[in-house]
């Protein structure tokens, strides 16, 4: 739901929306029918039914789901996602961006995305084990270190990715530690992988800064969402100079005119389970935090967040998705047109796979680098990545994210027709 509940004219069906940007970059590439067809048709889809004793005795069934999108530039890869709104065409939709940031980043993967549809704050630990390796379990001829690689994502983090390695190699008879990635660093996590979502957003912003002559030293920043990549990028961000004015949680935000500690902020949430009552901090509104007066906005909650509906009143001039598929197709036309910069999910969120990747080489390979060295691969490839979407926007007088689109699909489409699995003459 957008933050600010008014009534839509606009479809805000994550499939649709994936869809709408798969049709633009088919036309702006000139992909044919055939092609496009393939590109937009997911792999294979897999639901579960996921039973549990809850620790009540009572019994309840959830609901799971595995989308495969494109495999033919690698295993599949992408996050596993344990929230309320968690659908069949929401995981559709986000395993087919997986695909296309993959492939932006050329990193040997094609596109997954799995969830179940709960609400994780409503079960003790205990439950959430059971339910986190009986999905495992229900997926176990599905996934696998070349087959299909799952990750966090909302409402999960490294300890439920423990549990899939657990389960997973338990039913190997071995420790499988290319079976998942964003593990934990005892059972063959990598440096830096927590951090690397809100890391990869921070360069994208700092890059973006950088083309308009400017720093983050006296940046004014807002971010919504912080959880896992929201604390994350707004940590690396105010270290590198720039004052975070707010940031806000599902249960509401926080404000302060000369900037948030938000290390001391991460601990107090950490501990608190809420923002609410931060020293030296107003409360603020969930709606009234996106149109707040600052330089950059970051929206690393969850979709639909910036629609027609409030797109006219944000006043940031550069907007990173740090999320997927927070700005509306509309929406981001509204932005653009009234000058922004909004720096698309599949550029400015990719630091999480990218690092998936590296902590997946690493396993497969047995050999286990220096943070630095992870940051500063993580680096190239983001920093590469938005100097050719930059490119691509230029050089086609297309938007950033038309220019991230068409980059990742057409580096999916040329892999298609190279294994001969499509050729030109198909149309
Ligand atoms: N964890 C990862 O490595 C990656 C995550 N992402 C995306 O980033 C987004 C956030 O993921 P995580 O940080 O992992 O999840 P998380 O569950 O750790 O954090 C999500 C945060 O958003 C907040 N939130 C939800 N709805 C909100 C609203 N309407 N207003 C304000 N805050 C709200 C939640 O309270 C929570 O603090 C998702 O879209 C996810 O798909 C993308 C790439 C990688
Ligand atoms: O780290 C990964 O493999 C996937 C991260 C993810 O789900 C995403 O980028 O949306």
New binding site residues.
Partial sequence: ?P?KEVPSSENLCPLEQANSYLRQAVKELNINKGLAEILSSPSKVITVSIPIKRDNGEVEVLTGHRVQHNGVLGPYKG?T?FHPMVTIREVSA?AMLMTWKCALMGIPYGGAKGGITMDPKLYSVKELETITRRYTSELIKDIGPLVDIP?????T?AREMGWMMDTYSTNQGYAVMGVVT?KPLSIGGSLGRDM??GRGTMLTVREALADVNRSFEGTRIVV???????AAAAILMQNAGAKIVAV????G?VFAENGLDVSALKAYADNNRSLAGFPQAKPIS?AE?LTLPCDVLVL????N?ITEENAHEIQANIIAE?????ITLNASKILEDGGATVLP?ILA?AG??VVSYLEWVQGLSYLFWEEEKVNQELERIIVNAYRKVIHQSKERGISLRLASYTLGIDRVAKALVDRGLYSHQNT
Avoid at 322 to 326: C, D, E, F, M, S
């Fill in positions: 739901m933050s996050g996602r986000l990750a966090p994502d909302m409402g983090s964003g690397a979502t919504q969402g912080f959880g896992n990549v929201g806000s949680r599902s249960s935000g969930n935090i690393a909650a969850m979709e967040q740090a999320a997927n598929g927070p999910d969120n999480g796979v």
